[in-house]
T-cell receptor, first 114, second 110 residues
């Protein structure tokens, strides 16, 4: 375990379903991130939260809705997804934007949209 | 814009040295990182180098930085089958975020 815990590890959902991904860290970090990792594509930064405030949204479709109730928890709410949204979703956290120690990643949630 | 490029694939034999290369574009990057991703797992920070350094060694890992050419490399000595993974380089940009490369898949054969 890296200190960043993601649940569930695997998720299969239909296109009409609503589900949520959860990320939790108790490293005392103040920034949290959602990344999407698809096959043969670079890591795509989706959202950035710093001290619970969203500081970046990289043109992510509205069917992905992040929530950060406190500095330790981050959610990604999913609804009416498309098959091309199937990917590994990675959560990461960092202290002070991660300049010195980089980001600490969770193990990811493998999402399959059917 | 920010861009970090890596070759996609590298294959070596066990016991050989592996060299994974990376080029980046942001000349103001202060830190550069190497991450390792094993199958079914997230990214794990392996090592990082500060931009005013040319080289950093950590056991079997050697990082070389050519700031003039914006080129970063990771050398793994005595590569083992357990080193098989995807390796990502990343730069810390002037916008204070990490930008990751496409990843290099290292395959180590016995």
């Amino acid at each position: 375990e890296t200190g960043v815990t993601q649940t569930p590890r695997h998720l299969v959902m239909g296109m009409t379903n609503k589900k949520s991904l959860k990320c939790e860290q108790h490293l005392g970090h103040n920034a949290m991130y959602w990344y999407k990792q698809s096959a043969k594509k670079p890591l795509e930064l989706m959202f950035v939260y710093n001290f619970k405030e969203q500081t970046e949204n990289n043109s992510v479709p509205s069917r992905f809705s992040p929530e950060c109730p406190n500095s330790s928890h981050l959610f990604l709410h999913l609804h009416t997804l498309q098959p091309e949204d199937s990917a590994l979703y990675l959560c990461a956290s960092s202290q002070d934007r991660g300049k010195l120690n980089g980001y600490t990643f969770g193990s990811g949630t493998r999402l399959t949209v059917v | 814009g920010e861009d970090v490029e890596q070759s996609l694939f590298l294959s070596v034999r066990e016991g050989d040295s592996s060299v994974i290369n990376c080029t980046y574009t942001d000349s103001s990057s202060t830190y550069l990182y190497w991450y390792k991703q094993e199958p079914g797992a997230g990214l794990q920070l392996l090592t990082y180098i500060f931009s005013n350094m040319d080289m950093k060694q950590d056991q079997r890992l050697t990082v070389l930085l050519n700031k003039k050419d914006k080129h970063l490399s990771l050398r793994i000595a005595d590569t083992q089958t357990g080193d098989s993974a995807i390796y990502f380089c990343a730069e810390s940009t002037s916008f204070q975020k990490l930008v990751f490369g496409t990843g290099t898949r290292l395959l180590v054969s016995p």
